[in-house]
């Protein structure tokens, strides 16, 4: 588990009220997150409609639900699999670094989304650097050996011997 770090919670919870154009209730990092009310109406906030249903309260369970459309929302606009956190990681409190990795992963995805003009999170995300490359620069490298084509300048491991043979000291 990572360790959490303050600073950018901070950042995500303004990054998420800018967003929202609106102040975020008061407490801890998590105690704000963990109903997935605020998280459902930040996704309905960037891709309108993301989420149908958003319970404002009720028992453990229909909160839980919130934070699960806020998942299925954010994968299907775009957010990396393995990015997003797990339910239990935010609502009980398992790994906090986790939702914050997941907020970030879900700032930076904006800026593929022309739609989108509200603020971004973290960094600026690389442009398409394509190279191209003649056939005649491609050929050169051909006739190249390098260390991993088994060629090391005649070293070899002829008189290791070690292999099945035991030590003598």
């Known amino acids: 588990m990572a360790p959490r770090n303050k600073e950018q919670e901070a950042e995500v919870l303004q990054w998420i ?5 609106e102040k975020l209730p008061p407490g801890q990092y998590e105690d704000v997150l963990k109903d997935g009310v605020v998280l459902c109406k930040l996704i309905n906030k960037m891709a309108p409609g993301s989420v149908k249903k958003i319970q404002e309260r009720g028992t453990n369970f229909q ?4 934070i699960q ?3 299925a929302a954010v ?3 775009g957010v990396p699999e393995e990015e997003i956190f797990q339910t239990a990681d935010l609502f009980e409190r398992r790994n906090i670094a986790q939702v914050t ?3 970030y992963s879900l700032g930076r995805i904006t800026q ?3 739609e989108y003009n509200g603020p971004t999170l973290g960094p600026k995300m690389a442009d398409k650097n394509e190279r191209n490359f003649s056939e005649e620069q ?3 490298h051909h006739g190249e050996l390098n260390l991993q084509m088994g060629y090391n300048k005649g070293a070899s491991q002829a008189g290791c011997g070690s292999f099945g043979n035991s030590r003598h000291m």
Do not use: I
Not at 63 to 66: H, R, V
């Open 75 to 77: 994968k299907k606009y």
């Open 112 to 114: 593929k989304h022309p």
């Open 17 to 21: 009220s800018d967003v929202l154009g």
């Open 63 to 66: 909160l839980m639900e919130n």
């Open 138 to 140: 491609l050929r050169a």
């Open 101 to 103: 990795l997941c907020l």
């Open 69 to 71: 459309r806020f998942q």
